[in-house]
Nanobody, 119 residues
């Protein structure tokens, strides 16, 4: 099992910044991608950003140029730097880790951290 613990959420004004962090522990060997997802009230969970073991990054269009995902494999952490935040970014943000288990990909999730963008 992989345990993921997020931190760094909170309330911020539009245009502000927040940095989310995710610490992975447990059976972390073999994690080949980590990412951040979010879920706003009444909406489905959506992908925000991912980073692979080789450092390749992918972002949903709505956050490109504003959010940056990073990963520290030595410390087993992943971070999401969020700049120029908008009210539409308000959601619960979840850390995700994916690894292969018995030949199939398995997803692990953190408990989520609330991000609220409001004046």
């Amino acid at each position: 099992q992989v345990q993921l613990v997020e931190s760094g959420g909170g309330l911020v004004q539009p245009g502000g910044s927040l940095r989310l962090s995710c610490a992975a522990s447990g059976s972390i060997f073999g994690i080949y991608v980590m990412g951040w997802y979010r879920q706003a009230p009444g909406k489905e969970r959506e992908l925000v950003a991912t980073i692979g073991s080789s450092g390749n990054r992918d972002y949903v269009d709505s956050v490109k140029g504003r959010f940056t995902i990073s990963r520290d494999s030595a410390r087993n952490t992943a971070s999401l730097q969020m700049n120029s935040l908008k009210p539409d970014d308000t959601a619960v943000y979840y850390c995700n880790a994916r690894k292969m288990r018995f030949g199939s990909p398995v997803d692990y999730w953190g408990q989520g951290t609330q991000v609220t963008v409001s004046s």
